[in-house]
């Protein structure tokens, strides 16, 4: 009996050991976050965990001239084509960043209904003023890891 207790003993606290560390272990599977610089202000994208979201990491730093468009969009089209996997997200969302095609890069600052396909590339977390930085007319942008 006292072995049995031992025992359970032992395997309660190796269970526990082994939990600890799994919870305390970051995963290894996420992107990085990337910065987006537009003027003085500087932005943090959280990326998809997607192929068009990598192809478009390895190409960082990228500083870019975005045009606008409609009132509510910067686009850039990229010298290279991203892999893509669209589809038709109904809304689009202020700070998202996605792949129109598979090589026109937009930032959308205004949150809208749509009926067009979109690669996801990420979202800006902290868009609080991206619509201030941006501003009316085209702009530079700078993406960095």
């Known amino acids: 009996m006292k072995f049995l207790i ?10 526990n050991a082994c939990t600890k560390e799994q919870t305390a272990t ?41 045009q606008e468009l409609n009132g509510n969009e910067k686009y850039h089209y ?19 960043l996605m792949l129109y095609g598979n090589n026109c890069l937009v930032v959308f600052y205004e949150t809208f209904q749509t009926n067009y396909a979109y690669s996801p590339i ?7 003023q991206l619509k201030e930085a941006l501003g009316g007319g085209n702009v530079k942008v700078q993406f960095t890891i």
């Open 6 to 15: 031992y025992f359970a003993s032992i395997m309660m606290i190796l269970a």
């Open 26 to 66: 970051p995963s290894t599977n996420r992107l990085d976050n990337i910065s987006i610089t537009i003027g003085d202000r500087t932005f943090t994208a959280a990326l998809e965990q997607n192929s068009t979201a990598e192809a478009f990491r390895s190409q960082l730093p990228l500083t870019l001239d975005m």
């Open 78 to 96: 990229l010298s290279t084509q991203l892999p893509t996997n669209s589809t038709k997200p109904d809304t689009i969302h202020a700070g998202d």
């Open 122 to 128: 990420g979202h800006i977390v902290d868009g609080g």
